[in-house]
Structure formats: structure tokens, C-alpha cells
T-cell receptor
């Protein structure tokens, strides 16, 4: 089974803190994605990566950065957390041009106080 | 620009009835794929079904089928004989430019919360 894991299910941080969300997949997928999910808005793509050290902005990249130093790991970084970044964060991965679906991690619910 | 619209924020259905969840999309790319995902209260996203824009037949996976009407740009999910465990959020999603890695991103609709009554 494909497994996508995220470092935390729940996280509470303070405004201005630097926050790292980690995602690891074990299926040698080329593509990895970070979404945030908010009620009534569905999932919105923050950043994605289709290869090691490659990244592309999604629809809402402001306030976020990412890092992909190894194929299996994709990190989302909030340089200076703000209250409007309180959300559910979902990581996903997929094969590059062979696969159809994205496989999702369990999500991290981040609260910024 | 690509867009996915789900107009039903919530639905209530009696157990064992069939249910249709609506989804319309907008794209100018002739090559695209349409997905449905289920998100139970536990939070994980579960892939249900996929339809490619060039597929001649409607996709089916067990109790799930996708009613693909290309001219109308609709991709409704049909769940036959609903069960209590079907209660969840359901998201329609689309991917453009199927077949090359840099366009592997998917956009999602806002979701429909389905509640099955016993």
C-alpha cells in the first residue's frame, strides 16, 4: 500500500514562529504536493514538486516556502506564522506521468495563536 | 482558467437510496482527467473514481459511477444503494494536460457533505 505520512496530526504555534510541516512518501513518487483545506473552499494548492530540488508555485503560495532535498520528503515552511494560516494542511504524492490519482497523507491541523 | 464547481454544500439521503453528487468543470484543454475523492470525518482523502476526457465509457468502481457528460462539462458521481459509511465530504477534482509530469496538479471543488440517514 502507498503510504504518505505527515509529521504531526495536530500542531499549535504562536504568531511569528517558524513552522515546519514534514511529509514523507514510500512509493518512489516523482510528484509531491501541499494543499490547505478550509471550510467552503475545498483544497487549494500551495506548492508542488515534480522532482528533487524542483518546485512550482500553486494557487496560494504567499507566506509559504517548500523544500525537497530527497525524493521521498517534501517540507512546507511557514517562515513567520500568522493567524490566517490556521488550517488543515494535506500532503499528497503521485507518479509523474504514469499515475492518475494522488495519494494523501492524514493531514496536519495547524492552529496559529 | 480551469475551474471546478460543486453546487451542493450538503445533502441528506436515506440509507439504501441512490444519490447523485453534482460537479461541473471548465477547461479549454482537450486532455484532462476528472476525479472524485471521499473525505470521512477522520480526515484522510480517499480516491474513488477517475474519468479521462477521451474515455468513451463512463467510469465505474463498485457502487460508484461517474456520469460524464462532456458537452455539458459535467462529471456527477452516482452512489448506488447508499450505506451509513458513505457519510463524508466528497470532492470533485480535475487535472489538465494528462500525460506530462509538470501538469500533474489537481484542482478541487469546494465539496459536498453527504449525510446518510438510517
Amino acid at each position: 500500500d502507498v503510504k504518505v505520512t505527515q509529521s504531526s496530526r495536530y500542531l499549535v504555534k504562536r504568531t511569528g514562529e517558524k513552522v515546519f510541516l514534514e511529509c514523507v512518501q514510500d512509493m518512489d513518487h516523482e510528484n509531491m504536493f501541499w494543499y490547505r483545506q478550509d471550510p467552503g473552499l475545498g483544497l487549494r494548492l500551495i506548492y508542488f514538486s515534480y522532482d528533487v530540488k524542483m518546485k512550482e508555485k500553486g494557487d496560494i503560495p504567499e507566506g509559504y516556502s517548500v523544500s525537497r532535498e530527497k525524493k521521498e520528503r517534501f517540507s512546507l515552511i511557514l517562515e513567520s506564522a500568522s493567524t490566517n494560516q490556521t488550517s488543515m494542511y494535506l500532503c499528497a504524492s503521485s507518479f509523474g506521468d504514469r499515475g492518475v490519482e494522488q495519494f494523501f497523507g492524514p493531514g496536519t491541523r495547524l492552529t496559529v495563536l | 482558467a480551469q475551474k471546478i464547481t460543486q453546487t451542493q454544500p450538503g445533502m441528506f439521503v436515506q440509507e439504501k437510496e441512490a444519490v447523485t453528487l453534482d460537479c461541473t468543470y471548465d477547461t479549454s484543454d482537450p486532455s484532462y482527467g476528472l476525479f472524485w475523492y471521499k473525505q470521512p470525518s477522520s480526515g484522510e482523502m480517499i480516491f474513488l473514481i477517475y474519468q479521462g476526457s477521451y474515455d468513451q465509457q463512463n467510469a465505474t468502481e463498485g457502487r460508484y459511477s461517474l456520469n460524464f457528460q462532456k458537452a455539458r462539462k459535467s462529471a456527477n458521481l452516482v452512489i448506488s444503494a447508499s450505506q451509513l459509511g458513505d457519510s463524508a465530504m466528497y470532492f470533485c477534482a480535475m487535472r489538465e494536460g494528462v500525460g506530462y509530469s509538470s501538469a500533474s496538479k489537481i484542482i478541487f471543488g469546494s465539496g459536498t457533505r453527504l449525510s446518510i440517514r438510517p
